[in-house]
């Protein structure tokens, strides 16, 4: 027995309905107003129409309104000229028939002057609109109670020019967090290719030596150990993106791993000390952490050719401190010339961004990097 369809019920029409009607703009909510704007201009302007002056004026101060917003977009100073001539029609529309919705027009001028003219342009309408007000109210003998127009003039004004300068700011947060992960993602591209292609060109450079000098063997392992770093920098590459993503190894296991690799890669020493903290650190210091030691090892191996690194994570009272010293260059640093410098720039924007510390610079014979900051995010 076949069963009847089922009708849709009230949950299911309003998944229905989110799917068909278009979403709710600013957009679309500023339309409707001046279009319901307009609709009460016209139909109060002609129940019943006033005299052909009073009429004539008023066309030509809607005709002028909309002229002007449109001159707006490319030429400001002609469309705000339009505008004044569109107050200075209305005005006389108030004074020829006062009981026509003349302050509409007001209203429409001096709500886009505050939407989009500049500061100065937007306050001089503003002060011809609320004096137009005041003006038709005072000599025509109307209720005064109408000057309440010039308190919901100046409202609507600051209305507006708040609106706009809330966008303002929210464009510039929304440039200034563009920039700040722009500048995350370089940081983290430099940290990677730094270290990763710095070890390859060293193993690489010693290659090509080795095969001048005829020991083939030997440059054989150089190469291997070169296209094994490069699946090193590979994965590193992925953890990155990992990073990128919220995923923040853990300190003591990278910097075990980067202290094993300069060894392997260097032939020298690199002592790792990392004390038992309180508590884990937040990701952003454990991030820059991780990075401090890397890119002051990747140093490390381009300015000091030989050198033993001592590494050091220590707790001292409620901060953490991360020492990276290296004994100096036992030899000539062929690769210290390479890289474009941004090392010790891309560490101090880390530890500024996190409210950490750097100090680097020459110690005893070698050079030291010491990155201090507060466990507290």
């Known amino acids: 027995m076949r069963s009847l369809p089922r009708r849709p019920g009230w949950l299911q029409w309003a998944g229905m309905a989110s799917r068909t009607l ?18 009460w201009f016209v139909h109060g302007l002609l129940t019943p129409p006033p005299g052909a002056a009073a009429l004539a004026c008023a066309l030509a101060g809607l ?20 505008l004044g001539a569109a107050l200075a029609a209305a005005c006389a529309t108030g004074l020829l028939a006062p009981t026509t919705p003349w302050v509409v027009l007001v209203f429409a001028v001096c709500g886009f002057a505050a939407a989009r003219l500049g500061a100065l ?57 563009l920039l700040a992960e722009r500048a995350h993602v370089a940081r983290e591209v430099h940290d990677i290719l730094a270290h990763s292609l710095s070890a390859q060109l060293i193993h690489l450079e010693s290659a090509r030596l080795t095969l001048a000098a005829g020991r083939y063997e030997e440059a054989g392992v150089l190469v291997e150990r070169a296209r094994t770093l490069a699946k090193g920098g590979l994965e590193e590459t992925r953890r990155a993106v990992a990073v990128l993503r919220g995923d923040v190894p853990a300190p003591a296991e990278a910097l075990d791993a980067l202290a094993e690799e300069y060894r392997r890669t260097t032939g020298a020493a690199c002592a790792l000390t990392v004390d038992a903290g309180p508590r884990p650190l937040p990701p952003d210091a454990a991030l820059a952490v991780i990075r401090t030691a890397q890119e002051a090892l990747t140093n490390a191996r381009k300015h000091a050719a030989g050198a033993d690194v001592e590494i050091t994570l220590s707790w001292p009272g409620d901060r953490y401190a991360l020492c990276v010293t290296d004994s100096g260059g036992t030899g ?15 560490m101090a924007e880390r530890a500024e961004l996190i409210g950490a510390r750097l100090d680097a610079g020459p110690h005893g014979t070698g050079f030291r990097v010491l990155l201090e900051g507060p466990l507290a995010p």
């Open 22 to 39: 278009p979403t709710l703009t600013n957009t679309h909510v500023r339309v409707a107003v001046q279009v319901a704007l307009l609709v």
């Open 63 to 82: 005709g002028a309104t909309l002229l002007g917003v449109t001159l707006l977009d490319g030429r400001p100073r002609t469309g705000a000229g339009v």
């Open 121 to 177: 342009a937007a306050g001089l309408l503003l002060g011809a609109g609320a004096a137009a007000v005041a003006a038709v109210t005072l000599l025509r003998d109307r209720d005064p109670v109408e000057l309440w127009n010039v308190v919901g003039l100046c409202g609507l004004f600051a209305y507006v020019r708040a609106g706009r300068s809330r966008r303002a700011a929210a464009e510039s947060e929304r440039q200034r967090a």
């Open 332 to 346: 000539p640093a062929p690769h210290a010339a390479t890289g474009g410098g941004y090392g010790l720039v891309g």
